[in-house]
């Protein structure tokens, strides 16, 4: 089957528009916070290192989001989705209890 110059460039486009407009809308989830019922319950913290290990006493320093198996982003990006938290970003540089290296 061939497909015209025309339809190939203009499917090229709707392609690319897609992905800006996915890329967009997750841009815009908004940032879990640490007072959310759900991320006060699993001991969330934008920062790990301010966990409060006498309350959490699995926390282990170097443990972070972003080496957490639940964590969906780059390694490079300072916030992602977590598999917990949906449709909140979390960041990198955060823990909660259900920290995992699956």
Not at 6 to 20: E, G, H, I, Q
């Amino acid at each position: 089957m061939t497909i015209s110059r025309r339809k190939f460039l203009v499917l090229s486009l709707c392609s690319a528009t897609s992905v800006v407009v996915a890329s967009e809308a997750r841009a815009e989830e908004p940032i879990l916070a640490e007072s959310d019922e759900q991320a006060r319950r699993l001991g969330y913290r934008e920062v790990a290192t301010s966990v409060d290990r006498k309350q959490f006493p699995a926390y282990v320093p170097g443990q972070d989001c972003k080496s957490c198996s639940l964590f969906q982003a780059s390694t490079d990006d300072k916030w992602g989705d977590c598999l917990l938290f949906s449709g909140k970003r979390v960041a990198a540089a955060g823990w909660c209890s259900s920290y995992s290296t699956m």
